[in-house]
């Protein structure tokens, strides 16, 4: 649904979620969740048995402020460009994530220096139960 009262803007907060990028000209937008979610075990270190099992839980993602549909695993640029909004202070965590070219499944670690400059690794496969899922969805507004 549009709402007509407020449009998202990229590096802020729309109906609950942080809004990573716009485009204006097709009235869509990347929300990230505010939620997200670590613990799984998939049993394996395979990379398309983590996939599979990470798939597994988007369709059951909560909504936020009607905001629902089609959760997706997130590409690094957009965790990147979501870093700030993340919470990580003086820590690096490892998230989920999409490679931006060949859709490669792995995991990126972000963290934030001491002067918030991001840091990002490429994408790796260590997944365990501290690794986090904080999926993103395209909507339009």
Not at 31 to 44: C, K, M
Not at 54 to 83: C, F, Q, Y
Not at 99 to 117: M, P, Y
Request: proline share 4%; aromatic share 8%; hydrophobic share 35%.
């Amino acid at each position: 649904g549009s709402d007509n009262t407020e449009t998202p803007v990229a590096g802020q907060t729309y109906k609950g979620c942080y809004v990573v990028s716009v485009n204006e000209t097709n009235h869509t937008a990347v929300l990230l969740s505010p939620t997200e979610e670590s613990g799984y075990d998939a049993g394996t270190t395979n990379t398309a048995t983590w996939l599979t099992l990470i798939k597994s839980k988007l369709p059951d993602w909560p909504s936020v402020n009607g905001v629902a549909g089609n959760w997706r695993i997130p590409i690094i640029k957009e965790l990147k460009a979501s870093a700030k909004s993340l919470g990580i202070v003086n820590a690096t965590k490892s998230y989920f994530c999409m490679d931006n070219k060949n859709s490669d499944f792995g995991l990126v670690e972000i963290g934030v220096g001491n002067n918030d400059n991001v840091i990002v690794s490429q994408i790796g496969y260590s997944f365990g139960k501290n690794s986090i899922l904080r999926p993103v969805i395209d909507i339009t507004y």
